[in-house]
């Protein structure tokens, strides 16, 4: 901090940030102002230094378009400084993670909490309608042949966890759900800027109002197709039935907008086809299911707490399931 002219003084009231599974936050305070580190998991993962210097790059450009996010402070790529990890430092976000806290104002008001959804979407719209040329973003992914691409990527990404001692594979329609897929693949699409795991733990709500404060955590922003996006958000929504996959602070406080009224929403806000979007919502599910399963991979091998592990494995059943009953 003092090769960057921040001039930090004392380091006070350094406390964890929570609401994620993997890197690691921190907010603390020096004499003129308050920061939060963000650093990669207390177990590396191969391509954790690769992500966090991709999400440090990616916050750089953001800086030039509208789109909600944390403002970046000053990065470091040095793994010598901590050890281990790359890191970097953030102006915080005076917001709530819905996932995990509500505000009292968003628990006494219904209205505002249905309000979030929505806020959601508009928030979501305008990313996929960043020039990544723009902002210094073309080479960010492969757009051409994105979709063509998922479903073997992360079939090999379910065989390594074959490779960690003691893991069985157990996920129920894997084969159904990936032969559908590869079935049903929309002829055309149009890339664009996506999150890659957009969700209501990855976003910080005003506490005050159902405004959305920030979109965080970065690392898998890619060039691909927004609409993926759309699918990801949808699949972890409280559903139709009133399950919710995250068991989040805000589905439990009741009375949010339904996942046909977000659709709905966004088709009024964007000018993107939406007439394959099931295949996009059935993309999410075996895409963001196998990711999940990798954390429960690793907690049997001490990488990650077999608790969490088993929680993961369990959405990562549920989002298998929710998978089907779309096809079908």
């Known amino acids: 901090m003092e090769r960057e002219g921040l001039a930090p003084g004392d380091l006070r009231a350094a406390a964890p940030v929570g609401g994620g599974t993997q890197n690691v936050m921190i907010r603390f305070t020096t004499d003129d102002r308050s920061y939060v580190m963000r650093r990669g998991p207390r177990h590396l993962r191969d391509t ?14 953001l800086a030039r378009t509208e789109v909600p996010h ?30 995990i806290e509500v505000s009292d104002f968003h628990r006494e008001s219904p209205a505002v909490r249905r309000q979030i959804g929505f806020e959601l979407v508009e928030a979501l719209v305008p990313l996929g309608e960043v020039d990544p040329e723009a902002v210094g973003l073309g080479h960010l992914g492969r757009p051409d042949g994105f979709l063509e691409r998922q479903v073997d990527q992360w079939l090999r990404e379910v065989n390594r966890y074959e490779s960690v001692e003691g893991y069985v594979r157990d996920i129920p329609g894997l084969e159904e759900v990936a032969s559908w897929l590869r079935a049903h693949q929309p002829m055309t699409n149009e890339p664009g ?33 927004p609409l993926l996006d759309l699918g990801w958000l949808l699949a972890t929504w409280q559903q139709p039935d009133g399950t919710d996959l995250s068991g989040s602070k805000l589905a439990a406080a009741g009375e949010l907008a339904t ?4 659709i709905e929403h966004y088709a009024r806000l964007s000018t993107r086809d939406l007439t394959n979007l099931d295949w996009y919502r059935v993309l999410a599910c075996f895409k ?28 990562t059943v549920r989002l298998f399931n929710q998978a089907i009953q779309l096809i079908h």
């Open 48 to 61: 954790t230094n690769a992500a966090l210097t991709r999400e440090i790059e990616i916050l750089e450009a």
């Open 70 to 99: 944390p403002r970046l402070v000053a990065s470091c790529t040095d793994v010598s400084i901590l050890g281990d990890s790359v890191f970097y430092l953030m102006e915080p976000i005076e917001g709530v993670n819905a996932f």
């Open 193 to 225: 800027l996506m999150h890659g795991d957009f969700h209501l733990g990855n976003v910080m709500i005003a506490p005050d109002g159902p405004g959305i404060a920030a979109i965080v955590d970065w690392e898998m922003c890619t060039l691909g197709d």
């Open 259 to 262: 996942t046909d009224e977000l």
């Open 288 to 315: 963001l299911g196998i990711l999940l399963e990798g954390t429960y991979a690793r907690s049997l091998d001490g990488r990650a707490p077999r608790a969490l592990g088993d929680w993961m494995h369990a959405r």
